[in-house]
Each structure stands twice: as C-alpha cells, then as structure tokens.
C-alpha cells in the first residue's frame, strides 16, 4: 500500500488516501443501500399489490431501472473528466430525492417505473463517480484491491437492506415502512457527498502526466469503440459485465417469484434475496486484492463459470436449503468477477481518458440489468420461470469461455 509522489505533490495510493478512501466506501454503502430496498419488497409488491401475472410486466420496472443506469454511466464519466467528480456525485443524490416516496406510497405501477428510472440516473452518477474516485486515488497499484473495497461495501448494503425490508415486511407490511430506511440513507448520503468527500479529478492528472505514454486527444467515440469492441480485454470485460449483471436481473426479478411459488414466506425470501449480494459483496474484499497478485483473467474465466452452475442449480432446485447453496455458489462466482472486470478497465485505459472508459463498460455492463429483464421476462411468460433460469444459466457459460479465448492478461503476476 506504498504511496506514489507526483511532481505537483500529490500523493497516490491508499494509505496516504485512507481517510477519503474510507469516507467513499461509506458513500458507496449508502448506494447500495437505496438498491437493496428493492430487492426484496418491490418483485412481491408487483404481484400482490399491483396484480401484474405476466412475468415481463413485472420487469419492467428492471427493465426502466437497467436501461436509465446504463446510459448515465456513459455520461457519468464524460461529465466528471469535464466538471470534476464531486458535482456529479451531488447531483446523483439530489435526483434520488423523490424515490423513496414514491416507492412507498406511488398509486399506480407507473409510479414505480418512474420511481425506477430516477433510481437509474441516481445509480449511473453515484456508483460510478464513487469507483472512478477511488482509482484516482489509489493509483496504479492497488486497483484490484480498491475496486473489492467499493464493490463489497456497495453490495453488502444491498444484502443487508434486502434482508432489513423483508423482515420490515414481515411485520409491517409491503409499504411504506420498507422505503423509509431508503429515505434514512438518501439524506445520510447527500450530506456526506456535500460537505465531507473532496474532488479526486487532480490525482487523475497527476499519475497520467506520470504515465509513460502520454495521452493523445482521443475522442469519447473513439474511447467507446475501443472499449467496446477493438480492444480484446475490454471487449471481453464489457461483455461479460453485460451477461453478470443479466444474472442479477434474473436474481433480483426471477427468483422471489419462484421462491414464492413454491411456498417460501416473505422472510424466507428476503434470506435468500441477502445471501447472494451478501456473499458477492463480502468475497470481493479478497477476490480484488487476490487480483492484484494473480492477475485478472482466470478469475473471471472461473468466476462467470461457477455463476452458470449456481444459475443451474436454482433451475434444478425446489427446497430451501438447496437455494441457499445456490445463492452461496452465486455470491462467490459474482465475488470473483466483479472487481476484478473494473480493474481490467483501471489497467488498460490511460489515466487521462480512464473515467470515460469505466463509462463505457458500465453502459454494457449495466444494459444487462434491461436485456436480462426482458430476455427472462419473455422466456418465462412463454416457455415457464424454469426455463429462462436454464437459458440464462447456458448464456452465462457461453460468456465465461468468452472471456477465456479473447481476453488477454492485464496485470500479470510480477
């Protein structure tokens, strides 16, 4: 965890950026958190309360919520290269404002589709704001290590607020008390943003004039081609974040409702909904440092294969237990890819164009959300829930031998 002088005096590393590192781990916990509050209530709200059978209308609020992130994301990056970090991270929470309430008391389902594309654009600007700040801040290094650090507090908020809402639920009802923890967390957040994290766009500047190839004026389309299809490891990166985060979709849409249709009470639900993100966010503390010295690409290659057998055993599954090791086995494999196809990005994308790199993946990466969403959704209001379980399971096999023909190593072990 050396730190790195720069010739302007800025100092980058962890270490030397402790205390701001921290303080962006909290931020990103309370991300996480306004996403968790979903987990568990809102697959059951649109089924008991708003009375939608058919499985693809009642994605669409993933569907809304997927498709508004992945397009922030692209602009996130671009809006903090040109405006600084710190802008677009307030500004992120300053749109989430009316969510909670809408979720908690919106009347027709059409307020929670909003309430969703709202999410998304809180999502976009904050999550990724929060990564491209910790890179900036650790330099070249400690990537791996960052990225397990912010994605692990970010998910561990998503499982813990999961399992918060669903015994919350339990005893009091589908709404509004679930959301009012989403409210506790927006105003946390929005005061922390404002007067506590600090603009991280100079360390971004001072390890590229530290660079030894110094960057060329690249345009944004220019960086997306790149990113998305000219260079083999973030191609291969972009697809797989693409096919992980179909998975969550499946997860966070496909699963309550099979849990429930085999008799499973909303607590139980809510278990398993908090176990994977649980596991996932938990294990990439280690995955992203275990990065950082083993390399990157054979742990996504094993990572996207263990979600595939995990997809295939909820498919096969019918009793608790069995779920539970399942969501254990997709935790894992999440655990294992997730940072470390962040820290792919940190790698090969050059300082001075870095954050709208990591935009450009996150539009991929999170398009998943809106392809799994209806990709599940059709599968299962035509074939039955079974069945788009087993596809996306070979889809995300099909993702993982992806990533082990075209990737190439980023960090190798030194």
Same mark, same amino acid.
């Given at each position: 965890?050396?730190?790195?002088?720069?010739?302007?005096?800025?100092?980058?590393?962890?270490?030397?950026? =402790?205390?701001?590192?921290?303080?962006?781990?909290?931020?990103?916990?309370?991300?996480?958190?306004?996403?968790?509050?979903?987990?568990?209530?809102?697959?059951? =709200?649109?089924?008991?309360?708003?009375?939608?059978?058919?499985?693809?209308?009642?994605?669409?609020?993933?569907?809304?919520?997927?498709?508004?992130?992945?397009?922030?994301?692209?602009?996130?990056?671009?809006?903090?290269?040109?405006?600084?970090?710190?802008?677009?991270?307030?500004?992120?929470?300053?749109?989430?404002?009316?969510?909670?309430?809408?979720?908690?008391?919106?009347?027709?389902?059409?307020?929670?589709?909003?309430?969703?594309?709202?999410?998304?654009?809180?999502?976009?600007?904050?999550?990724?704001?929060?990564?491209?700040?910790?890179?900036?801040?650790?330099?070249?290094?400690?990537?791996?290590?960052?990225?397990?650090?912010?994605?692990?507090?970010?998910?561990?908020?998503?499982?813990?607020?999961?399992?918060?809402?669903?015994?919350?639920?339990?005893?009091?009802?589908?709404?509004?008390?679930?959301?009012?923890?989403?409210?506790?967390?927006?105003?946390?957040?929005?005061?922390?943003?404002?007067?506590?994290?600090?603009?991280?766009?100079?360390?971004?500047?001072?390890?590229?004039?530290?660079?030894?190839?110094?960057?060329?004026?690249?345009?944004?389309?220019?960086?997306?081609?790149?990113?998305?299809?000219?260079?083999?490891?973030?191609?291969?990166?972009?697809?797989?974040?693409?096919?992980?985060?179909?998975?969550?979709?499946?997860?966070?849409?496909?699963?309550?409702?099979?849990?429930?249709?085999?008799?499973?009470?909303?607590?139980?639900?809510?278990?398993?909904?908090?176990?994977?993100?649980?596991?996932?966010?938990?294990?990439?503390?280690?995955?992203?440092?275990?990065?950082?010295?083993?390399?990157?690409?054979?742990?996504?290659?094993?990572?996207?294969? =263990?979600?595939?057998?995990?997809?295939?055993?909820?498919?096969?599954?019918?009793?608790?237990?069995?779920?539970?090791?399942?969501?254990?086995?997709?935790?894992?494999?999440?655990?294992?890819?997730?940072?470390?196809?962040?820290?792919?990005?940190?790698?090969?994308?050059?300082?001075?164009?870095?954050?709208?790199?990591?935009?450009?993946?996150?539009?991929?990466?999170?398009?998943?959300?809106?392809?799994?969403?209806?990709?599940?959704?059709?599968?299962?209001?035509?074939?039955?829930?079974?069945?788009?379980?087993?596809?996306?399971?070979?889809?995300?096999?099909?993702?993982?031998?992806?990533?082990?023909?075209?990737?190439?190593?980023?960090?190798?072990?030194?």
């Amino acid at each position: 965890m050396t730190a790195t002088a720069t010739p302007g005096g800025i100092r980058l590393g962890l270490r030397a950026n =402790l205390a701001q590192f921290t303080l962006l781990v909290a931020v990103n916990a309370l991300v996480g958190g306004m996403l968790g509050q979903e987990r568990t209530v809102l697959p059951l =709200l649109a089924d008991d309360v708003f009375h939608l059978s058919a499985y693809t209308a009642a994605l669409t609020y993933i569907l809304a919520f997927g498709a508004t992130k992945a397009i922030t994301n692209f602009f996130a990056g671009a809006l903090s290269d040109r405006y600084g970090r710190k802008p677009v991270l307030i500004a992120g929470w300053l749109i989430a404002v009316p969510v909670p309430a809408m979720l908690a008391w919106g009347p027709s389902w059409g307020w929670i589709i909003a309430a969703n594309i709202l999410l998304g654009v809180n999502q976009g600007l904050t999550w990724s704001t929060t990564v491209v700040m910790k890179i900036d801040l650790v330099g070249p290094e400690r990537r791996g290590l960052a990225m397990g650090f912010n994605e692990a507090a970010g998910y561990v908020a998503v499982a813990a607020t999961a399992m918060a809402t669903g015994a919350i639920a339990e005893h009091a009802g589908l709404r509004p008390e679930p959301f009012l923890l989403g409210a506790a967390y927006l105003v946390l957040a929005l005061g922390l943003s404002t007067f506590a994290v600090r603009e991280t766009r100079d360390y971004a500047r001072a390890e590229a004039a530290q660079h030894p190839v110094q960057a060329t004026d690249v345009t944004t389309v220019e960086i997306a081609r790149f990113t998305s299809f000219t260079d083999k490891a973030l191609s291969a990166a972009s697809q797989a974040g693409m096919v992980n985060n179909l998975n969550d979709a499946l997860a966070w849409g496909i699963f309550p409702l099979l849990f429930a249709v085999h008799g499973l009470s909303v607590a139980q639900i809510g278990v398993l909904a908090a176990l994977y993100p649980a596991v996932w966010g938990a294990g990439q503390m280690l995955t992203g440092w275990w990065s950082d010295h083993v390399g990157r690409k054979h742990l996504i290659t094993a990572g996207m294969l =263990l979600q595939a057998a995990a997809i295939a055993l909820v498919a096969g599954a019918t009793t608790f237990p069995a779920w539970a090791g399942a969501q254990i086995l997709l935790g894992i494999g999440t655990a294992l890819v997730y940072p470390t196809l962040l820290a792919v990005i940190g790698d090969v994308a050059h300082p001075a164009w870095r954050a709208r790199a990591v935009g450009v993946y996150r539009l991929w990466r999170d398009g998943g959300f809106a392809v799994g969403a209806l990709l599940a959704g059709i599968l299962a209001d035509a074939y039955g829930i079974t069945t788009a379980i087993w596809a996306v399971a070979a889809l995300t096999a099909a993702s993982g031998l992806t990533v082990a023909v075209r990737m190439y190593e980023t960090h190798p072990r030194r």
